[in-house]
């Protein structure tokens, strides 16, 4: 196990890869669904994974054309977009202009310095690939049979299947935000939603060790009708979902080598 949240997933893969000799890493889970298609139950494999939570906190006055401090040395970049915390202010319809002194976010790539690379010479990754042999077989899970239902009387509205996903991102938060869901989802197209995740893929890519992660939605970040949180009632079904695709992809792995 990892631990939660991104420091422990990091320090934990690093440990894994350090102590031992590995040929691949098979990372999963449960995470919320930013995706309006796609329903809770489904098991995601994401081809790209981010870290969305490095960012450079804008002052207020400043805008999108304003440099960022440490931009011009590479530090920081408005190349891969920002939130403004004006556009979601409530009861302002009757102003003329209205702002917020939250201002802008703007999301920032990771430093990734690669064990093969040369010494202290950093290289910037936003989105990361997984192993494209390792996605390319997940492809022939989406076949597979899932959970549907929690007990006799709870049961999905749609049956959960396995799909391969364009993106998902991971930060330290716990989102529970129908705005916030609604922002990420537009921005970068992202389906699951976690906390770990791109923490392993970082080590992964840093050390040079192909790697895949699949992730089942326990909820709906925020999305969902309900008065609590989606996941208190579907996370053991996500959770087994997400363990049987792992096991029957590892079944798959082995014997396409």
Not at 5 to 10: C, E, F, L, Q, R
Not at 62 to 80: A, K, V
Not at 171 to 189: E, H, L, Q, T
Request: include cysteine; proline fraction near 5%; charge should be negative.
């Amino acid at each position: 196990m990892t631990g939660l949240s991104m420091i422990n997933a990091g320090i934990t893969s690093q440990l894994l890869l350090t102590l031992f000799k590995i040929e691949g890493v098979v990372h999963y889970g449960i995470a919320g669904n930013a995706n309006p298609s796609l329903h809770i139950g489904f098991v995601t494999i994401p081809q790209y994974w981010s870290h969305s939570a490095l960012w450079s906190w804008q002052r207020y006055g400043y805008g999108p054309s304003d440099e960022l401090p440490l931009e011009p040395n590479g530090d920081y970049t408005r190349n891969i977009g920002y939130i403004k915390f004006a556009d979601y202010a409530e009861n302002v319809t009757a102003c003329n202009s209205h702002d917020n002194l939250l201002n802008n976010v703007w999301f920032q790539p990771e430093e990734v310095f690669p064990v093969d690379g040369t010494p202290e010479q950093r290289q910037h990754a936003f989105w990361i690939p997984v192993d494209p042999l390792y996605f390319n077989i997940s492809k022939s899970l989406e076949d597979m049979e899932l959970e549907n239902c929690v007990n006799a009387t709870t049961c999905l509205d749609e049956t959960p299947r396995v799909v391969q996903v364009h993106r998902g991102t991971s930060a330290g938060i716990y989102v529970d935000n129908a705005a916030y869901r609604s922002f990420i989802y537009k921005k970068f197209n992202v389906s699951p939603v976690d906390m770990e995740s791109a923490a392993v893929a970082l080590i992964c890519m840093q050390q040079r060790v192909p790697f895949i992660i699949i992730r089942a939605l326990s909820d709906l970040a925020g999305g969902g009708s309900a008065e609590s949180n989606e996941i208190d009632t579907f996370i053991s079904l996500a959770s087994n979902n997400s363990v049987n695709v792992v096991v029957e992809f590892i079944k798959r792995l082995v014997s396409d080598h």
